[in-house]
């Protein structure tokens, strides 16, 4: 299917495959493997999904296939795709194309186009984070730590966890410097942070908000300029093509995220969704809840515990608990008045569970008496004193 043509490239999409045909020279930055780096003699980008997001080494350990090296995949992947393996810039996801996003934005004579992909749920990392892997001559083993406390465990292989990937194809429509190119991924890459910022998405490696993945790749292409023509120098944020790089991302990783996860704002509107990341999940809401009321109540709170996490006031109380608890851990809020922070921020979700705004004090009072808990042991505690005193 032909999804966009234009003077400069024709952008196609079929079966596994999302590919622009290249129909004068560029300038291409990407970051694939083979065919990467900066380069002025490729026919074709391309994006593909090369395996499904959970468990997909099974399938070749099942059938005693070999994984092939780098040069071998890509030429198999361009011959599948019909693409000319010497000539094309592929880049490999998890992610169904079905699910792909075109996204574009303008001003004046400049126009940027964005077809992204994007899956989060299976390795979104915050830059920084700690890494599983180390790179090696003869290839990239597991680092070794000496604890391995972070959610949900040790960061898997790129097989075991590639579930989540955002790629992007990034077409220019004026000749670009190569410098310009540069500075123009790092806003592509500042477009796709804010996409998850903006959802308040969490690192699955860390109790922090996510930045991306831990195989994120972009392909950026700007036409080689022709007799009379001049090549922008300057992609950054105080400039056009720097504001358009960024918004047209945006738009179109925040869509993609919605399609292939099923992930958007309003669905992030919960308690789980702002302090599950720091552990007030709903297993540990289910847990103290037990604990701390009595069976009646305890019940009652498991039956219509969607509700309650949904609720919007209660999200909103629980999202300022969540800032207040990465800024303690930036230093901006220091150590000597976060406990009390947090027990505040604890007393309002619990106040506003109970739907009780003026019974602030009383409900500080037993959290203040237990501000020894953990933040997320906190939250959790005052969900459940706040719901028994709803029902008072």
């Not at 490999?92 to 303008?106: I, K, Y």
């Not at 109540?297 to 800032?323: C, G, T, V």
């Amino acid at each position: 299917m032909l999804l966009e043509d234009t003077d400069r490239y024709s952008l196609h999409r079929r079966g596994r495959y999302l590919w622009a045909a290249l129909k004068r020279p560029h300038r291409v930055l990407s970051t694939c493997k083979v065919n990467g780096g900066l380069r002025e003699d490729l026919t074709h980008v391309a994006n593909h999904q090369s395996c499904e997001g959970v468990a997909h080494v099974d399938r070749y350990a099942r059938n005693a296939v070999p994984l092939p090296g780098l040069d071998a995949f890509h030429a198999r992947a361009c011959i599948d795709g019909e693409l000319p393996p010497a000539s094309t810039a592929l880049m490999s996801t998890a992610a169904n194309m079905q699910c792909a996003v075109l996204a574009g934005a303008s001003h004046g004579d400049l126009t940027v186009s964005v077809a992204a992909t994007a899956g989060v749920l299976g390795n979104a990392t915050r830059a920084g984070d700690p890494a599983g892997w180390h790179e090696y001559r003869e290839g990239s083993r597991p680092v070794q730590r000496a604890d391995d406390d972070l959610p949900g465990g040790a960061p898997g292989s790129p097989d075991e966890r590639g579930s989540g990937t955002i790629v992007t194809l990034v077409f220019i429509n004026r000749p670009c410097t190569a410098a310009c190119l540069t500075r123009a991924a790092t806003m592509v890459t500042e477009g796709k942070s804010t996409a998850l910022l903006d959802l308040r998405m969490p690192s699955l490696q860390s109790p922090g908000l996510a930045t991306g993945t831990g195989t994120d790749q972009l392909v950026i292409a700007a036409p080689l300029p022709a007799d009379g023509e001049w090549e922008r120098s300057w992609a950054g944020g105080h400039n056009t093509l720097g504001e358009l790089l960024g918004r047209a991302t945006h738009e179109a990783v925040t869509r993609c995220i919605l399609l292939q996860n099923g992930v958007c704002a309003e669905l992030r509107r919960s308690v789980c969704g702002a302090l599950g990341r720091h552990g007030c999940d709903q297993a540990a809401l289910l847990a103290r809840a037990r604990a701390e009321l009595d069976e009646t109540d305890a019940l009652l709170f498991e039956n219509n515990l969607m509700a309650i996490i949904h609720d919007p006031q209660s999200a909103a109380a629980a999202y300022a608990l969540a800032e207040i608890i990465d800024l303690v851990a930036a230093g901006v809020l220091h150590a000597e008045v976060a406990r009390e922070s947090v027990v505040n921020q604890a007393a309002l979700l619990a106040a506003t569970v109970a739907v009780a705004p003026e019974r602030f004090a009383a409900l500080r009072e037993p959290l203040h008496a237990r501000s020894e808990l953990a933040p997320a042991e906190l939250a959790s505690l005052a969900m459940a004193l706040g719901f028994a005193e709803k029902w008072r």
